[in-house]
């Protein structure tokens, strides 16, 4: 046997125990090299400790100095493991590649089964995030591309350039860090973190139904139509939902409670006070699932005390108006306006739903609304079977905040100038929240008929409700786009797909396993299957030189 013989094999040992350690890592790059490198380390092994072919051979004895050899190489190749697995795990030494599980390459039952019965198009767009080192894009590539692999409809177009304003203006995504899923006819959004069960039943939503948005009618509110008082309709706010494909309906309080399929309402700025029936109404859709959107006239009382008080929110009972004592109150008096607008800004960076607006106007953005009614937040009871986590999404500055009865604010004559003195002595630099958003567990406490409405998935006993205490249609609406986007993003976040198929959670990234439990005995793994190994093999060899 050549004396090299030996120095390949412990090189080949060392190759086959690198390529399990990096296993993950290689599978991404191509799904055939692990299984390459491993199998020809092995055929070396091999072929280096066989006999064939050594009868024909001179040999030459050797001392055991290669058995030295051996154990010196090993140590040496341990040492070059640990250097790497603290290069790789610098931020967390306890933690290293785990070997038991590579579940990248699988789905479930459940979506294989749909994906085989899948017979329409769909194109995946990924939509990336407004930071260019958050690879959001990336994170999800993998589980798409085995989607796409296991149907020939799933097409992944990858991830979307942003300066391409041709293909951002047809698809219109509401924002980023999404998926866009797109159909001949349909279209569907899917923003935060993907996974196998949110895409799956996204696809099964996107094909088999259409979203459709309800707008509630029959006390005053502005119409989805454009007839009337242009100022006070939704129309420009439909066409831009009905360009991204959702279906809107307007719903009449007199035809009673909403389908329970029904995922999202617009109500509210309202110029008849919503009565008990209303507010029924608002009950049953919230228990049934469904996310809501309230929208408050600032100078109407709007009858829903009932409902607010069991979302753990209040309307103050204050007009908010310019304060015309500010640099930019002086500047927006001078152009005479009949009702001076109240600036909303402090767009909430931390919420799905504003930050869109605060990455591309910034969280001091400028959004002049008609006057406005401030919402507090009530500490909830923590005995109560309903439990709220609200979020402030906008708020006022530059404000002067006027107490009004509720008699007050509904003798407001809205068609000729007003004149309403601000409260004396009110704090100048107050932050005043404009909009709320209300996550809520329990709703099926909201349930008139609490028999009929009742939940036996916690997880599923969920809802969401965003108030907005300003029209968001009026005079100053079209004054910039923040107004008429609002809404749309709104509608995007809240409408959540049927869970038509419950898959459990599972993780497509390089496991991990931790050492923290018992690291003396993963140490002494790593540390003795590399020199054993290549102490054994190089003992072999040893052995076949001295019978030679």
């Known amino acids: 046997m050549k004396k090299h013989k030996l120095e390949f094999s412990i090189g080949a040992i060392f190759v086959a125990l690198i390529v399990l350690l990096m296993w993950q890592y290689l599978y991404v790059i191509s799904k ?4 390459i490198l491993i199998s020809l380390s092995g055929l070396i092994i091999l072929y280096l400790i066989s006999p064939f072919g050594e009868k024909n051979k001179e040999h030459e004895v050797y001392a055991p100095k290669y058995f030295a050899q051996a154990v010196i190489s090993s140590v040496i ?3 070059i493991i640990i250097m790497g697995a603290v290069v790789l795990n610098k931020n967390n030494f306890s933690k290293t590649f785990d070997l038991t599980t590579n579940k990248i390459n699988s789905l479930s039952d459940e979506s294989y089964k749909f994906l085989d019965s899948l017979s329409k198009p769909v194109e995946i767009i990924c939509i990336p995030s407004a930071n260019p080192t958050d690879n959001y894009c990336d994170n999800s590539t993998d589980l798409i591309n085995i989607f796409a692999k296991r149907s020939k409809y799933i097409t992944n177009v990858g991830a979307l350039n942003l300066s391409d304003k041709a293909m951002l203006q047809k698809i219109q995504p509401s924002g980023y860090a999404r998926l866009i899923l797109l159909t001949d006819s349909n279209k569907s959004e899917l923003d935060g973190a993907i996974t196998e069960s949110r895409l799956t039943n996204a696809i099964i939503n996107l094909v088999r139904f259409k979203k459709v948005v ?3 009618s029959g006390s005053g509110e502005p119409s989805i139509n454009s007839e009337g008082n242009i100022e006070k309709n939704y129309s420009d706010i439909v066409s831009s939902l009905r360009s991204k494909a959702y279906e809107v309906k307007e719903w009449n309080i007199k035809q009673g409670n909403l389908p329970v399929e029904a995922r999202v309402l617009i109500a509210g700025d309202n110029n008849i006070a919503y009565s008990e029936q209303v507010q029924g109404i608002l009950q049953t859709f919230i228990a049934n699932g469904g996310r809501l959107v309230l929208i408050v006239n600032p100078y109407r009382e709007q009858g829903l005390d009932k409902l607010y008080s069991m979302l753990n929110i209040k309307l103050d009972p204050t007009l908010l108006t310019l304060n015309i004592n500010t640099p930019i109150g ?3 008096q001078k152009q005479n306006l009949s009702r001076p607008p109240v600036i909303g800004s402090n767009f909430n960076m931390e919420s799905p739903i504003t930050r869109v607006i605060a990455q591309v ?3 001091q953005g400028v959004m002049p609304v008609d006057g406005a009614r401030p919402i507090s937040i009530i500490n909830s009871n923590n005995n109560s079977s309903i439990k709220t986590n609200s979020t402030v999404l906008i708020s006022a500055y530059s404000a002067a905040p006027i107490t009004l009865t509720p008699e007050a604010r509904n003798r407001i004559d809205l068609n000729s100038p007003f004149q309403l003195a601000p409260d004396i002595g009110f704090d100048a630099n107050k932050a005043w929240p404009l909009a709320v958003d209300v996550e809520v567990t329990g709703i099926s406490n909201f349930a008139l008929d609490k ?9 599923k006993d969920k809802s969401e409700v965003v108030i ?5 249609v009026g005079p100053y609406s079209k004054a910039v786009p923040i ?3 609002l809404l749309p993003i709104t509608v995007a976040h809240l409408y959540q797909d049927q869970e038509l198929v419950s898959i459990p959670a599972k993780d497509f990234t390089p496991k991990q396993f931790n050492l923290t439990r018992n690291p003396s005995a993963w140490l002494l793994l790593f540390a003795g299957f590399l020199p054993i190994s290549t102490a054994l093999a190089g003992f072999f060899i040893w052995m076949r030189r001295r019978s030679a």
């Open 483 to 485: 107004s008429e986007e």
């Open 468 to 472: 907005y205490g300003f029209s968001i």
């Open 361 to 363: 106007y910034g969280v």
């Open 451 to 459: 028999v009929a409405t009742k939940v036996t998935d916690p997880a």
């Open 32 to 35: 055939p090299l692990p299984i």
């Open 214 to 216: 309800y707008f509630l």
């Open 77 to 79: 190749g341990v040492g």
């Open 330 to 332: 002086q500047q927006i």
